[in-house]
């Protein structure tokens, strides 16, 4: 039988030198290769085709690099097989007469079968009673490879890599189709950056990249080597990880073969031969396990964001492997000093170890763009050595979730539920009864307690008779006649439920809605539903959950005239030819998602009364001579507003700070046990740290002051405070 096949092969070969009947060559030669796999060829060869046109266009999967706002500064990588394209001209001459001398000597000869390889290989395969050579050209093994690229399930993939005659024989045909659409310098092109040459290598760039820690088009004549050599079986020819002597002696035979083609010269190969392997190894990093300290609660909520965009895929699922397979070039919003500042302020107050989370969020007012998430915790999957939990009855089973941590503290996750923010939310309320005609002047008499219209239970702290809700202040000092101003920079409980009342706690929620905010737990979603908002009375005291992310996209709207720009971690996505990322619609996903969802005018009377806040005092009214937070203004230099906020009992505090170029929302609670009192002590800490990362991001960037809103907003008011109406101009610090 194998002599008979042999004579078939011969005779074949024969007809091929005088170019005659390829086609029918190709079929002859493998033909007993396909009968022994029980497979009729044709039916192999047809049922698993693909056009000449789409193997022209089938990409391999590449890398996607994620950069800081610089354009400049890694922040990560996504892939699946690590591989960057690169053009045939950018390989050093090294590589290319390399790959050819160790995987195909004929390549530039053959139209994509070598027939004196294929009859060659038959005989030793036979012989061998197995397979012990092949006779794959360069063209066949880009074939291959590209038909495994584009499968779409696990059934296209084994039948591209599957080791059958009918798979040959597709190869084969496609390989000769092939050659007639592309030159031969494009078929090395696209095989050099296919091919694996192990160590998490894939293309000639991340082989050169992680072996020696350069580019290829610096590869030496022994390195180009030793990477072609790599290629028919990396796991037995990686210097790294292997056999030094066989790599070096699959290297040498490598060399041997180029000066065999009179790549190289007699005495070039032989100095190639007597160098050693000098590796200098990159581990290329992946995901955001592995992204730069700091920036991996960024890194990870960048992802979670991916993972929702449609533009991307019809699923998470789909989203998530185009980031690792699309070779994208990702510049995000994260500016790397505003990162720092925030991180290192974060640092000087809490440390990782502590079970207190202190953490901020900083948001470029009018675009979205987040700019710094920092908190103190470190990115990473081992809690071997984390703290006890914090929560006794967990104490035993679970350890505590610092210093290491994976779970999205600052916002941006799905499974992130958030923390009670208290009186931030009176900006809500605020911003309801000014949208409804009550101006900055609503003047309120405003007890030590109020009973309100709104119904609790008795187990209430806060119960009072015939089952009202009667919240308190939290100082006797706060009793009096106030206003927006006065309401709002001392944090005045029983005026603003006596103003929430006026308009309405449904307004008060929906408001927060359309800032951004979304409801995570389940009370929180029954409350905010429209059969229970209207009597949502402690709503204006921020009891329900929320995240440093969302409260930063809030009030950036606020100072952005009532501008909102969904939070936003890009600032430009282009795909692996260099194109803008678009949607369905044509539209950048990384452009700015922003609405009009304020007037101006209300926005900026939310922002007068904010001021008060600061210790900046209102442009237009009365501040009622103290604040909750009166030396940040002292501290950032500059015009700010803001709202600092502590839950009941201490058990999370907040500050939200805000100027025309920036926004900032920092807290500091317990993300494992709610019920944790942060204390009085550690209140003041998301204040200083937000009015210091203000000063110190924007420290060289212009002074920017904000717009009086106008007399309708103001209302009635007092003589000395209409005289404060001409100041649109900060005072001297």
């Given at each position: 039988m194998i002599a008979r096949t042999m004579r078939v092969a011969g005779g074949f070969l024969a007809l091929l030198r005088t170019g005659l009947i390829v086609g029918l060559a190709v079929a002859a030669l493998v033909y007993p290769l396909a009968a022994v796999s029980g497979m009729g060829v044709k039916q192999g060869a047809d049922e698993l085709a693909m056009p000449p046109e789409a193997l022209r266009q089938a990409l391999p999967a590449q890398t996607t690099h994620v950069y800081a706002a610089d354009g400049t500064t890694m922040l990560a990588q996504f892939y699946e097989e690590y591989r960057t394209y690169t053009s045939l001209d950018a390989m050093s001459v090294n590589v290319q007469h390399a790959i050819v001398a160790a995987e195909d000597a004929?390549?530039?000869?053959?139209?994509?079968?070598?027939?004196?390889?294929?009859?060659?290989?038959?005989?030793?395969?036979?012989?061998?009673?197995?397979?012990?050579?092949?006779?794959?050209?360069?063209?066949?093994?880009?074939?291959?490879?590209?038909?495994?690229?584009?499968?779409?399930?696990?059934?296209?993939?084994?039948?591209?890599?599957?080791?059958?005659?009918?798979?040959?024989?597709?190869?084969?045909?496609?390989?000769?189709?092939?050659?007639?659409?592309?030159?031969?310098?494009?078929?090395?092109?696209?095989?050099?950056?296919?091919?694996?040459?192990?160590?998490?290598?894939?293309?000639?760039?991340?082989?050169?990249?992680?072996?020696?820690?350069?580019?290829?088009?610096?590869?030496?004549?022994?390195?180009?080597?030793?990477l072609a050599g790599l290629v028919q079986a990396p796991s037995s020819y990686d210097p790294a990880v292997g056999d030094a002597k066989a790599a070096t002696a699959r290297r040498n035979y490598v060399i041997d073969r180029m000066a065999d083609l009179r790549y190289l010269s007699a005495a070039d190969a032989?100095?190639?031969?007597?160098?050693?392997?000098?590796?200098?190894?990159?581990?290329?990093?992946?995901?955001?396990?592995?992204?730069?300290?700091?920036?991996?609660?960024?890194?990870?909520?960048?992802?979670?964001?991916?993972?929702?965009?449609?533009?991307?895929?019809?699923?998470?699922?789909?989203?998530?492997?185009?980031?690792?397979?699309?070779?994208?070039?990702?510049?995000?919003?994260?500016?790397?000093?505003?990162?720092?500042?925030?991180?290192?302020?974060?640092?000087?107050?809490?440390?990782?170890?502590?079970?207190?989370?202190?953490?901020?969020?900083?948001?470029?007012?009018?675009?979205?763009?987040i700019r710094a998430m920092a908190v103190n915790r470190v990115y990473s999957l081992d809690r071997a050595s984390n703290g006890p939990h914090s929560d006794p009855r967990q104490r035993k089973r679970l350890r505590g979730n610092y210093p290491n941590t994976v779970n999205p503290l600052l916002g941006g996750g799905d499974d992130m539920a958030g923390y009670q923010a208290g009186s931030t939310f009176k900006m809500f309320t605020m911003l309801a009864a000014l949208e409804q005609g009550l101006p900055l002047s609503t003047a309120i008499y405003s007890p030590k307690t109020v009973q309100t219209k709104y119904k609790t239970g008795r187990s209430s702290p806060a119960h009072c008779g015939n089952d009202f809700w009667c919240p308190s202040n939290a100082s006797d000092s706060m009793t009096g006649r106030q206003t927006m101003w006065s309401g709002f920079g001392k944090s005045v409980n029983t005026y603003f439920v006596q103003l929430e009342q006026r308009v309405g706690a449904d307004a008060a929620v929906r408001m927060a809605e359309r800032l951004g905010l979304r409801w995570r737990t389940g009370i929180d979603k029954t409350q905010a539903s429209p059969a229970k908002a209207k009597g949502w009375g402690a709503f204006t005291l921020g009891v329900a959950d929320t995240t440093p992310l969302e409260m930063a996209g809030a009030f950036a709207t606020v100072v952005a005239d009532g501008v909102h720009c969904e939070p936003i971690p890009v600032s430009s996505i282009t795909d692996a030819s260099g194109k803008p990322a678009v949607d369905d619609k044509g539209v950048e996903v990384a452009k700015p998602r922003c609405a009009q969802v304020l007037s101006a005018d209300v926005a900026r009377g939310a922002v007068d009364a904010a001021r008060c806040v600061t210790g900046y005092k209102a442009a237009t009214g009365d501040c009622g001579g103290w604040s909750t937070a009166p030396r940040v203004f002292a501290t950032v230099r500059r015009p700010v507003a803001g709202k600092s906020g502590t839950t009941d009992d201490d058990r999370a505090a907040w500050f939200v700070g805000m100027t025309p170029g920036l926004t900032v929302a920092g807290f500091i609670a317990d993300p494992d046990n709610p019920l944790h009192r942060v204390g009085s002590g550690n209140a003041g800490k998301p204040r200083e740290t937000v009015a210091e990362t203000l000063r110190d991001a924007l420290a060289g960037t212009p002074v920017r002051g904000f717009t009086p809103p106008s007399s309708q907003i103001v209302g009635k008011q007092p003589p000395a405070a209409k005289a404060r109406t001409k100041t649109t101009t900060p005072p001297r610090a």
């Open positions: 004929r390549f530039w000869e053959h139209h994509g079968v070598d027939f004196k390889g294929v009859a060659r290989a038959f005989v030793a395969n036979h012989k061998a009673g197995g397979v012990s050579q092949g006779a794959s050209t360069i063209t066949m093994q880009y074939v291959r490879n590209a038909l495994r690229d584009s499968a779409r399930t696990p059934a296209e993939v084994n039948a591209a890599t599957e080791q059958t005659g009918a798979r040959k024989v597709r190869e084969m045909k496609l390989a000769i189709e092939l050659e007639k659409h592309m030159s031969k310098q494009e078929i090395l092109e696209r095989y050099l950056n296919v091919a694996y040459f192990g160590h998490r290598a894939y293309g000639v760039q991340a082989a050169a990249e992680v072996y020696f820690s350069k580019k290829p088009a610096d590869l030496t004549v022994p390195e180009a080597a030793l032989t100095a190639a031969r007597a160098e050693p392997i000098a590796l200098k190894l990159t581990d290329p990093p992946n995901d955001c396990l592995a992204t730069r300290p700091g920036y991996g609660f960024f890194c990870a909520m960048f992802r979670s964001w991916w993972a929702n965009q449609p533009a991307f895929g019809a699923n998470s699922t789909e989203r998530l492997e185009a980031l690792r397979r699309g070779g994208y070039r990702i510049v995000t919003s994260l500016d790397p000093r505003v990162q720092d500042v925030a991180q290192a302020q974060i640092l000087k107050r809490e440390q990782a170890r502590s079970p207190y989370a202190l953490g901020q969020v900083a948001i470029e007012p009018g675009t979205g763009l």
